[in-house]
């Protein structure tokens, strides 16, 4: 018999190429930025305002919301300048109108104009794109809303001080 010596052998090198670090999630503003982009949209990105982008004559935004990856939020500010003090309480009657009757959208005073938002929980920045053309069609539909009460209140309070 043979002294046999026990021998440790050393496990060669593994020749697999390390794991790839998990990438870090993009934002759900990058994600919409790179797919409005790809859809012919030009956009101007600001870190406090979010997103900007024209469509159909008005400037639309998307701002970021930080703590809420889920939420989405469509707003076309400015669309009706307020003047007066007289406007002003029209234009809270005409929100009132027709926030009770448009499907998602809700118009509010601020400063002295009005804007339009649409507030939206969507599982991921695709989901929001999806439902974005019609969320673009509901906004104009209760601004033209809009529009029409506040220019049917201005006649009827002209038919109004002609009649006295």
């Not at 956009?43 to 400037?59: I, K, N, R, V, Y």
């Not at 507030?119 to 019609?134: C, I, K, T």
């Not at 809303?145 to 001080?161: I, K």
């Amino acid at each position: 018999m043979t002294d046999q010596k026990s021998a440790r052998a050393a496990r060669p090198p593994s020749k697999r190429p390390p794991a790839p670090l998990p990438k870090a999630p993009a934002s759900p503003l990058s994600a919409l930025k790179t797919s409005l982009e790809a859809q012919g949209f030009q956009l101007q990105e600001d870190p406090e305002a979010g997103l900007a982008f024209m469509f159909e004559g008005g400037q639309y935004y998307l701002p970021p919301q930080h703590d809420d990856e889920q939420f989405y939020h469509l707003l076309l500010p400015n669309f009706w300048a307020l003047e007066t003090d007289e406007e002003y309480g029209r234009a809270l009657f005409a929100c009132d109108a027709v926030n009770r009757e448009a499907k998602l959208v809700k118009l509010h005073t601020a400063d002295a104009d009005v804007w339009a938002g649409i507030e939206a929980l969507h599982p991921s920045p695709e989901a929001f794109l999806a439902a974005l053309p019609r969320y673009l069609t509901f906004v104009q539909e209760a601004v033209r809303a809009f529009r029409e009460v506040m220019l049917s209140t201005l006649d009827e309070g002209e038919e109004e001080a002609a009649e006295s």
